[in-house]
């Protein structure tokens, strides 16, 4: 009898070519194998024992065959946990300013005129160095968040170089990324972005081309805002010099029902001022709700998404853009399961999720922490989400059953504790992207596969 089985995470496209080969993609290990039919049919047999020595081992190492014995979950949520108890970046997201241009219709924030301020800056910086006393970190990583971040860029500033000397007096490298809606995303500032403040990943957020963009990411004085940031993108990606900086830029698209098809025209104009290598990722993703505002109502059905994005990635792949067709495991799905990160509002709130700030809706519940004006023996040490891989152990969301939970963490746990499915595209169209990778590595426009059986 075999000491091995196939793994339950194991997935497999139908035959592909005349020989029946097919691709196996292992979500234990996020990793994809041609496997011929013969190696298929022996596999989906339990006929392990005949496997050459060579095939075994390579179908082993890939988890797509495991121990007979082994719970496959427990094994994955053990792993899970393992890496948020080790990990050695301490990331902190700091929301530096309320207070943002635009009004988009579907944004769950509060907007004020409100900045973090220099009165506690003190008591962010304490707090930050009492994690850092605990824990050997190697890297201080921060995520400038808003409102709009750019709109606080004094205190951004300011607060950078107390961030950078904390890194240093602890022995910590110093990074940052910002999330910026560009529309104060001019050249100088991106130069100072870069070359002092430690920005090294920046992303902006484009919905279509202006036709589409304009009907939604508008001013509050309800003035047109692409060509704003479109011509601050292209004088910064058209620098002789923009691949020096090592600054990853990502292009965000928010897709519901109304601007589905402006999309495509946004790929191509892209593709127009030839920026498929200069962009790092451009990514459209599905609108949700955010502080309970019901604004995935107008979204497309998640099944939907996943056919559209099917159609992006061909178009990105034909015009030259880098695609990531297959995720990659995923052990930390974000900071909300971190037992260290934060997320610190412009009134001095300490929150542990980036989805609930500058949204009263959460005010007065687990998400918040503390406030910086206050003392530190008045905060908790709650984390609302910290167990959500137990969570899944036990079964209380689908995600313990489903075959791609190790390639997506169960996304996102607070829109499941709302009763929201978090799934992500590739739950629904995983199968075409294996088949779309087939043929992209075929065709030698990239080796999309990691080996072949």
Known sequence: MSNFKLSYYSIFTDPLNSKQDRVLYCTRTGQALVIKDQIYQTINAG??????KEDLEKLVQHKAIVEVEENELASIIGENKDVIEDVNTLYEVIQISGNCQLGCDYCGQHHTKNFLDEKIYAGLISRIRSKATLKKYKTLYIGWFGG?????????????????????????TYGAKIVTNGMSLKENVFLELVNELGIRHIEVTLDGIAPFHDTRRITKQCASTFDIIFKNLLTIFNREDFKKFNCRITLRCNVDERNVEGVSPLIKLLAENNLQNKIDYFYPIGVYSWSKNDAHKKSLTKEEFAEREIGWF?????????????????KSVCMAVSKASDVYDPYGNIFTCTEVTLTPVYEATDYKVGNLNF?????????THSNWNDEILDGKFPCSTCKMLPVCGGACPKSWHED??????????????????????????????????
């Open 375 to 383: 003392p530190v023996n008045t905060y908790s040490d709650r984390r």
């Open 314 to 330: 061909l178009e990105m792949i034909e015009l030259g853009f880098t695609v990531s067709l297959l995720p990659g495991r995923i």
């Open 47 to 52: 006929d392990f024992e005949i496997l050459s």
């Open 420 to 453: 929201m499915r978090a799934c992500p595209p590739s739950k629904f169209n995983i199968k075409r992207k294996l088949e779309l990778s087939y043929v992209v590595a075929k065709g030698n426009i990239k080796e999309l596969l990691a080996d072949e059986v």
């Open 148 to 172: 709009e971040p750019l709109m606080g860029y004094k205190q951004i500033r300011e607060l950078t170089a107390l961030l950078k000397e904390l890194a240093t007096e602890f022995g910590m």
